[in-house]
């Protein structure tokens, strides 16, 4: 078996920038991700990648995935599920293989969060999504609820709102949670009405879904809306299952890292961007962790 | 006095992107800066910003700022020269002029580390230079030397040896310091020559410069070069003295900061990128470490 220098696990934008330093630094390594999509690959419109004012979330991900590939660095696309400490360092393992390397950088990101009432499972497809820029175009001319105020369901509702007849926004808070900006957007459209102080309660529908059911939280009462699609921007959760206690997590089953280095307490496990309890869950502080978590793992690899 | 939510004193890759989040957070902020060069604006290629394979400095630069003036925040280009407390936060002191903020975000970079040999302030602009981009141009021809070598010496000595007949490099210690990639690069280059374990004692010149002098640490003794340029490279200082006393400062003058939210010690007072002693100066880091401590202030103004 060929021992690797390092591993670095995922492919977004902390994985991408890990593994662009770690070209540039020449280690023996390999980049392992199911795919190229995660998060930033079901975004909508990004404006806050500095240097670019307006960019698709999958085309900035392939300018970062561009640039890694045009260093001799090796990629597999290959699910991670599990991690252990082999006898040297670590060994990797993917759907009926496995990998050693002496280090390991885990950046595998977070996905969206489920309600987790009546209907939302059966109806994934048919009418619920967790991804607006995926899916939205296909509820043109319909009625739509969005759950969650903060700043996806925000751009989601705007994004819905082009093609939507009408977009319900329901956040369970007293006030909208998204930047100021983004508000006044919403507050501007006229086919956006928000309700705040309510809970999604069941989700309805036949072969698609044909509406949804809500607690308004200041009186108590049940009310129904007829929408066709219910998308569902509640926040997300770390990919962190697959790593069987190796690595100490906090209460929502983030990585802990130092914040200054990126190491986790396993020595020769380091972790970037949204897997780890990092406060800051943005594009521009992923990349930025994972150039971090090179540099630690490099320092590691070569002392 | 026009009282702001928010002072950034730096246009930077961490001011301009606090910039940005500061503008769609719609927060009543100010951007001052002297100018928007620094470390950047006088960078060569860069090759580490995620997404773009091959960019010159400046350009990156432009970008960044480019995007934050798509946004209406007001940017000042005024030198500042002190900051105290005020009654109800902060006062920021420019020539003649004073701004008032509840918070500040410093992000001044840092400007290259002087020899402190004899001839070298005599010669700036007549020889010796800190900006192998800026003026390796003027060297056509000519031999020249380049003192130190980490990743900015290497850069520089590529640079200069497209121009140039000869490049030395000196380096004090027994090996290059920088990326094994641009090593590799350096050593490909027939008009590129290394002194290790050198210490530069000297720059000679009449009008402009015509030599340097070394010592070779091995065995003592000294040696001169013909060169009419000498690139000094040996790192680079933080720009904190405008601070007298206001924060806490390293031992190496950088401003101390908590890594996971880029306080620091005085509430209110905010500091990301080289300026403070986080890690890893890099430009990604720096954006993203702007984007953390915006989103510190802007939580720290709200509340």
Known sequence: MNMKELIIIGGGPAGITAGIYAAR????????????IGQLGNAGVMENWPGEKNIQGPELLESFKSHLENYEFPIKQEEVEGLEKSEDGFRVIT?????????????TGRRPRPLNVPGEEEFVGKGVSYCVTCDGALFQDKNVAIVGGGNAGLEGALELSDYGKKVFILEIGDRLQGDEYLIDKVKDRKNI???TKVKTEKIMGDDFVTGLEYENL???????????????????IPNSNFLNGL????????????????????????????VTDVRDKQVVVAAGEGCKALLSAYSYIKN
Not at 25 to 36: H, R, V
Not at 101 to 106: K, L, N, P
């Open 95 to 107: 759907e009926g293989k496995s990998f050693e390397s002496e280090a390991v950088i885990i950046t």
């Open 193 to 195: 009405e928000l309700l």
């Open 25 to 36: 630094k020449k280690l023996d390594g390999l980049l392992l991700t199911k795919d190229f």
């Open 247 to 274: 690595v100490e997590l906090n209460d929502v089953s983030e990585i802990k890292i130092d914040p200054e280095t990126c190491r986790t307490a396993t020595e020769g496990l380091f972790a970037a961007g949204d």
């Open 218 to 236: 200041s009186d108590g009462k049940s009310s129904k809306l007829e929408v066709e699609g219910v998308f569902i921007e509640i926040g997300s």
